[in-house]
């Protein structure tokens, strides 16, 4: 599976940005999908995850309320919209796919990783 992330850009304080994460290879409807942020100087951190049905969403406490996941398996794409931006929600952006199991929370429960996208918020 390679997974190819897009959307991140120079936004201000309170817009709004989509990023997408297309899959190719391999189809990824049976994968857990997850976004991850990373900030200079910090760890990789969880975002958000979405089953493979859709039917379980999860949200980091930060993003909560703001950032909607989704994913569209016929077109083998995964998105994150993103309201309500803050400067603290600057990271690069990364999609990740798994299995399922392990702490879908922590990186090591996806075996696929994007090239990550950046997403900067001004204020």
């Known amino acids: 599976v390679q997974l190819q992330a897009s959307g991140g850009g120079l936004v201000q304080a309170g817009g709004s940005l989509r990023l997408s994460c297309a899959a190719s290879?391999?189809?990824?409807?049976?994968?857990?999908m997850g976004w991850f942020r990373q900030a200079p100087g910090k760890e990789r951190e969880f975002v958000a995850l979405i089953s493979w049905s859709g039917g379980r969403l999860q949200y980091a406490d930060s993003v909560k309320g703001r950032f909607t996941i989704s994913r569209d398996n016929a077109k083998n794409t995964v998105y994150l919209q993103m309201n309500s931006l803050k400067p603290e929600d600057t990271a690069a952006y990364y999609c990740?796919?798994?299995?399922?199991?392990?702490?879908?929370?922590?990186?090591?429960?996806?075996?696929?990783w994007g090239q990550g996208t950046q997403v900067t918020v001004s204020s």
């Open positions: 990740a796919a798994g299995s399922g199991y392990g702490d879908l929370v922590r990186t090591g429960a996806y075996d696929y």
């Open positions: 290879g391999r189809a990824i409807r049976s994968n857990f």
